[in-house]
């Protein structure tokens, strides 16, 4: 289907030229997308001439797409200064399709610091909302466990935190289908005088809060990994650094384990023994299960994939938004924050979110 | 041994009292390290009603060690303003031969906050360090590295991070045995422009510096098991969530790992097969090779043992206190420091060690 822009909307507008597979993996994620979401409507936005042949390939991707062509692509070494000025790239024409209204929602595997400043100068914040940030959703010892700043804000204070556990409550609820999600302020001590003033002050307004039930107080690096709570709170710099560490530490288990396993002749025989379990081990931590981070707080669901992925790591990241999509995440939010807004301004004098969205990743 | 106070001088002096299985962990660590440090002496601090019938039934930890008394203890629940007080209790008193010069340095296995404090009190910080910080060994792909701060300064600017370069550099070379270790500044990504001005300030005397050549710029999280460099850099909010999150997210593969093996018999075969390999594996991870997180910036070596460990783990933490005292670790550390105070103060005005060394943990 092509696109004729008279006004139809769209779930999702997708930038079909971002990532390292693109726009291959693009459209074989939609391919898996067709059969899990069989009645929504996608905008793909991509260089016509390379999209058209792979639409024609993929017929059930070429069932729920339609297609709009943008001419240019930000490759991800592109500064986002430089991909602010390009206003015919396939990841702005569909950032400017949801800032339009057309599309509820936009999903990209490009430039991450292109996304989140474009996002945020063309999609904006919402109302109430200083800072957007980046969640994601990881293992834990006891299911899925959402994690949040990840990295758009390099600096916080104590209304910014408040703001990420009311996005973070309604991202759990939303995409994991908790009824109410379990919040922790991550900090180097559980008990109430660790950290600094920033924390203490977010840990008093959400004890405050509408989601002082919710609210377990501060947990540290290790309650990640061991499901603690059902959301982790944290600054964009502790946030991205702790994300990193335990990937990597599950790695270099993953890693001294394929030597154990390849390096004898035992070894292989164990592999046999426990390939079923193994296996499940393997697909529990399976990283593209886990993709697709989303930027929070925006007037439009906006979806990260990891530029590495594959088609099935690409239609993960597709699921997520569509459950932002569907389970209107963004009522959820706003709804949050009002509630919000009178104890931290009336009791503990947090201004209120001033439309600051700076973003450390654009400078 | 008696005490006499002759004037003696010891390489360390020992909290006998400090741990959850003091003073009995205590004694049996000093037997092991008796035959590592053979010639070594120590000032060995406690209730002696308690003390002596364990030494007289360890002649080996007996024939090292010189026996002080101190009447009190200081619990792990106590806050550290209280432990200042308790004059005569066995860290204080073993803090206080360090601080007169008895013995080199002083070990605990006690309250960590308690010993953070006393030492930044009575040993105080060494001429042109204005924070001390807290360092730790852990296991990478390519070897040991070392983290720091791990939590002595929630909050640090750019001077606090060039000194814990300097103070990481000097304590991989005297406890990794390293000539010229490679040093990291922790960020959010690799590229110059990333991270705040504090990091990115950091990064630019680390470069102007006699450290130049060893520093590798920035790295991520994963580059802490990934082994990227020898020494990682960060603020001791971050540096403690980075510690906790790598730890708990190897915890959580060895516990699937545990209960794959356990949960049906071939995983009991499989586990027999490998057993060797995974022994090694086990013993590679083991947290007990890697006690001993050490406050480093201190005239004396401080070093803290965790408070769970066994023999095995006090004498570990032992042996890395002794190759600090061994291998002039304070020496290497004011030698850093002076080449470092012309570079900062000239270009990058930042302000010299001002003693100022505010303890997160002491509030």
Known sequence: MSDNETGESYA???????????????????????ERHPKARFL?????????????????????CTLRHAPDAISNDMKPTAALRLRRASLRVAIDA??????????????????????????????????????AIGPSARGDVVLLDLGANISCDARNL??????GDAFARTVLGLTAPTIGLLNVGSEDM?????????????????????????????????GTVDVVVTDGFTGNVALKTGEGALKLMADMLRQI??????????????RPALERLREWLDPRRYNGAVLLGLNGVVVKSHGGTDAQGFAHALDVAMDMVVHRFHERIQDGIQKIQN?????????????????????
């Open 162 to 167: 408040v703001e990420f556990a009311i996005m």
């Open 44 to 64: 793909l936005v991509g260089d016509e001439v390379k999209l058209a042949p792979l639409l024609a390939a993929h017929p059930r991707a070429a069932a729920i």
């Open 194 to 226: 660790k950290g600094d003033e920033r924390v203490r002050q977010a840990a008093e307004v959400l004890r405050r809060s509408h989601l002082g039930p919710q609210f377990h107080g501060f947990v540290e690096g290790h309650d990640i990994t061991q």
């Open 343 to 363: 104890i931290s301004v009336v009791n503990l004098e947090i201004a209120p979110g001033d439309g600051d969205s700076r973003l450390a990743t654009t400078e």
């Open 12 to 34: 999702l507008a997708i930038d079909a030229m971002g990532g390292d597979n693109a726009p291959d993996i693009v459209i074989a994620g939609l391919d898996i997308a067709a």
């Open 98 to 135: 949801v800032a339009a209204g057309q599309a509820v929602g936009v999903i990209s595997a490009g430039n991450t610091g292109a996304i989140l400043a474009l996002a945020q100068v063309v999609i904006r914040p919402m109302q109430g909302i200083a800072r957007p940030a980046m969640a």
């Open 261 to 274: 396993f390849s390096g004898s002749l035992s070894g292989k025989i164990a592999y046999l023994l426990l």
